[in-house]
């Protein structure tokens, strides 16, 4: 009853009922099998799945709103608005005062009194240097008229005197001839020879008052020219203090009270400064929402991996922070822009509070503006309409392939790295 056989026995012994169920046929097996790899054949090879990225995008409108900023630092001394009140171009919204007081009054005031004093004094300067080149270049004018008209006289009267001179020089040859044959006598030859002496020195005479004249009227020429010049630097001189003076007056008004205002058309969105209140240069004052009913866009970025694949009017989908899609589900929308050109590092730093991402330098960035189909979501039954900065995520949808594709991918991406180079 030890021997190894029996004790074997023993345990293998069934201690209770049992239902033994017949096994299921191998044909069942093979051919479940021939469905499921016939199933993951078909999947694999007609089956599609379209690669997509989510960004994160923050919602604009055109023109946005308009922020209202202190150009120095100062005192609000007047607050003319409120929220909600509605301004237009050029309305006054602070008067804000950045001068000092003493005993005598507002230093400002009082550098901007004696400043308008000089002005003044250059101005009536001026007058005067006006007035007075204007009767100098009169008397200068006046004169060489005088010896313009002598010119002229002196012109007719050496044009009529050589005309004579050439008359008596043709007689004095006829007396030359007629004495040779004795028809007059020596002295009537000697009053010919005179007379032609006498004519040729008046002929001279004019020639040196003609040049005289021109002289004259050269030298006024240059006197003119001369003065004009030196009234005009004169004047110009002046003109420069005084502009330098209005340059000082204008930034003495800047240093006193200055007003804001607004620098479009619109309602006053907040107001983040009450009156008394002390600011610094660069400091928010107000936000002005511009009166446009401009459509809501999403404003976002996209790396260069992913430009290729978009397209204008190309379909996305996005879900507002605001309405998780758990709750409210994602909303349609379209790709309306889409910028060629990198987004600079600035613009992205600016955008710190929608992505981080932005911040990665080993990659280009573009700008795409996606338009949502509606323009307000349904919360409770009652229409919330899109804000401008309102955050989002955009889901975006890129290359479309087969399933084996995808699977075949590393091998494509392997044979890259090996081919040769000008192998197509």
């Known amino acids: 009853m030890f021997r190894k056989e029996a004790i074997e026995y023993q345990r293998t012994q069934w201690e209770g009922k049992a239902i033994l169920l017949p096994g299921i046929p191998f044909y069942y097996i093979v051919l479940l099998c021939i469905l499921f790899i016939s199933a993951i054949t078909t999947f694999v090879v007609k089956g599609t799945y379209t690669r997509r990225v989510v960004v994160h995008g923050e919602i604009t409108t055109f023109p946005g709103p308009v922020n209202i900023y202190a150009s120095t630092q100062g005192t609000v001394v007047q607050k003319y608005i409120t929220e909600g009140d509605h301004v237009k171009k050029g309305d006054t919204l602070f008067l804000i005062h950045s001068g000092v007081s003493t005993q005598s009054g507002f230093v400002d005031e009082n550098k901007k009194r004696?400043?308008?004093?000089?002005?003044?004094?250059i101005s009536s300067m001026m007058t005067n240097l006006y007035s007075t080149k204007q009767s100098t270049l009169n008397s200068l004018s006046v004169q060489k008229q005088h010896y313009q008209s002598s010119f002229k006289v002196s012109s007719t009267l050496l044009t009529q005197a050589q005309q004579e001179l050439h008359q008596i020089e043709k007689n004095v040859s006829?007396?030359?001839?007629?004495?040779?044959?004795?028809l007059v006598t020596k002295d009537q030859m000697s009053s010919q020879s005179a007379l032609l002496y006498q004519q040729q020195s008046n002929v001279s005479d004019l020639v040196a008052r003609k040049s005289q004249d021109q002289v004259q009227v050269d030298t006024l020429n240059h006197q003119i020219q001369t003065q004009a010049s030196d009234y005009d630097q004169q004047i110009y001189q002046l003109e420069q203090q005084k502009y330098e003076l209005e340059k000082e007056k204008l930034n003495t008004e800047a240093e006193g009270n200055y007003v804001i205002k607004a620098t479009a058309d619109g309602a006053i969105d907040s107001v983040n400064t009450a009156q008394g209140k002390m600011l610094s240069a660069g400091d928010v004052l107000a936000r002005v929402q511009q009166s446009t009913h401009s459509p809501c866009y999403l404003e976002t970025w996209v790396s260069d991996e992913v430009l290729p694949y978009l397209t204008v009017g190309q379909q996305v989908n996005v879900s507002y922070d605001a309405f998780p899609y758990e709750k409210f589900g994602q909303f349609r929308a379209s790709i309306s822009a889409i910028s060629r050109l990198p987004a600079p590092k600035t613009e992205l730093q600016s955008k710190q509070t929608i992505a981080q991402e932005?911040?990665?330098?080993?990659?280009?960035?573009?700008?795409?503006?996606i338009k949502p189909e509606r323009q307000s979501v349904q919360v409770h039954?009652?229409?919330l309409v899109l804000g401008t900065g309102m955050k989002a995520q955009i889901t975006l949808f890129l290359e479309k392939r087969r399933v084996y594709e995808w699977l075949l991918s590393p091998f494509y991406e392997m044979k890259m790295s090996v081919m040769d180079v000008g192998n197509d």
């Open 114 to 121: 004696d400043i308008d004093l000089q002005i003044k004094s």
């Open 174 to 182: 006829d007396y030359r001839a007629y004495q040779k044959k004795g």
């Open 381 to 383: 039954g009652k229409p």
């Open 358 to 369: 932005f911040y990665d330098d080993k990659k280009s960035w573009y700008k795409i503006m």
